[in-house]
């Protein structure tokens, strides 16, 4: 029974390291779901914040445009100066919001060069794996939380621009 004993042992230690290797497995294709949807999230507010740019574009166009009108001279006041700098400020988070930002899409060339040359077992691959999902994984949560506050606050200085702008229209035209 003492030569049988080892020889289970080394069936057991195998069925484990397997079982390990499957729960690595199983761990990282896990976070790649969780990855692939931060990326969907943030190539999401990047679509907001451009079309958020283009609105704000626009209606400064609007803008600009009506200032060349005869009489156009009688709704500059406070609240329209005050409206077009908003969306001047909205213009600048906007761009913001959508250009600086360095997504973690997964492996780089450097990983894929250490993995290559450090000579991994099939469980060291996936425990370095995995390892490096955690990190992205927690990287990207941090660049969708900054783009969301960024893209919150580009929206709300539209609001706020649309808001001065209608007053600066409404106290000219009410008085």
């Known amino acids: ?94 761009l913001v919001a959508y250009s600086a930002s360095d997504p973690k899409v997964g492996i780089g060339p450097q990983y894929l060069s250490n993995i290559r040359t450090g000579n991994y077992g099939e469980e060291e691959w996936f425990d370095a794996l995995v390892s490096g999902y955690e990190n992205w994984i927690e990287e990207m949560e941090e660049l969708n939380d900054g783009n969301a506050r960024m893209l919150t606050v580009t929206q709300l200085c539209l609001g706020v621009a649309v808001m001065l702008l209608a007053t600066g229209v409404l106290v000219e035209l009410l008085i």
């Open 1 to 94: 029974m003492a030569d049988g004993e080892p020889a289970c042992r080394d069936v057991a230690d195998d069925e484990s390291r397997k079982s390990d290797v499957a729960v690595l497995r199983s761990g990282r294709e896990e976070a790649r779901v969780v990855l692939n949807h931060q990326l969907d999230a943030l190539s999401d507010l990047h679509t907001k914040a451009v079309r958020t740019v283009r609105i704000t574009g626009v209606v400064l166009g609007l803008v600009l445009s009506a200032a060349t009108l005869p009489g156009a001279r009688r709704f500059a006041n406070g609240f329209t100066l005050a409206g077009v700098g908003a969306l001047a400020v909205t213009l600048l988070t906007g």
